[in-house]
């Protein structure tokens, strides 16, 4: 009786001990992906280096369509993209809430309307630069939102030559990120998202990119 009671105590401990490994492990790899990703953020305000094709704004802050207009402005491309525009919004109207003269730039900037998330945006994208014939695009989203933002438009445009074009939002304090609960919370939600996203790759490819935005 006493070699059986043994025996389950003995098991019960080596359970224990096997999901406290896992734990660690699981903890361990999770810290270590976190502290990679907050390196691969990018902290430096880019220079516009060579022209490109398109320059591609993701919509999720005036900072973003601001700095797609300066560069298309500047003639750093032929045309803008701006992907996951809200319905009803048109070319004049975004250009006016931006205190940009419609006349200047509305001939050179379409908009895509069906875009919800980073995979629809890559998605909305790649239709359109394959029905302009386009090879090269700048894509400008916020910095801590680049690291997925590049996985999931490579993955849609895998010939796309894609230069990254952060802007850095003021609410987002990188240094001493710990400190604010709103960018830690920011920052790891991005990192699951991401984690998320490669898996969903890992898991199936994705399907062929069905035609999803509308020039204006």
């Known amino acids: 009786m006493r070699t059986r009671s043994t025996l389950r105590s003995y ?3 080596t359970n224990r001990i ?22 691969i953020i990018p902290r430096e305000t880019p220079q516009p ?3 490109t094709d398109a320059v591609v704004v993701l919509t999720g802050g005036s900072l973003r369509l601001e700095t797609g207009l300066a560069l298309l402005a500047r003639g750093r491309a032929a045309k803008l ?3 996951g525009v809200h319905r009803g919004v048109d070319v004049e109207e975004l250009l006016r809430i931006s205190r940009h003269s419609p006349e200047s730039l509305d001939c050179c900037i379409a908009l895509g309307y069906t875009a919800d998330n980073t995979r629809g945006n890559a998605r909305e994208t790649a239709a359109w630069m394959m029905r302009e014939r386009f090879g090269s695009l700048r894509l400008v989203t916020a910095n801590y939102h680049m690291p997925r933002s590049l996985q999931e438009f490579r993955a849609a445009m895998p010939d796309i030559a894609i230069v990254p074009h952060p802007v850095f939002p003021a609410h987002v304090r990188l240094d001493d990120w710990w400190r ?3 960018t830690a919370m920011l920052l790891v939600s991005e990192y699951h998202k991401l984690l998320l996203a490669g898996a969903r790759r890992l898991i199936a490819a994705d399907g062929p990119v069905q035609p999803a935005a509308r020039r204006t």
């Open 81 to 83: 993209f701006v992907s």
């Open 49 to 51: 280096g060579r022209a």
């Open 18 to 39: 096997r999901f406290l490994t896992a734990l660690l492990v699981a903890a361990a790899a999770w810290g270590g992906g976190f502290g990679i990703f907050l390196q």
């Open 180 to 182: 604010w609960p709103g």
């Open 11 to 13: 098991r019960r401990r």
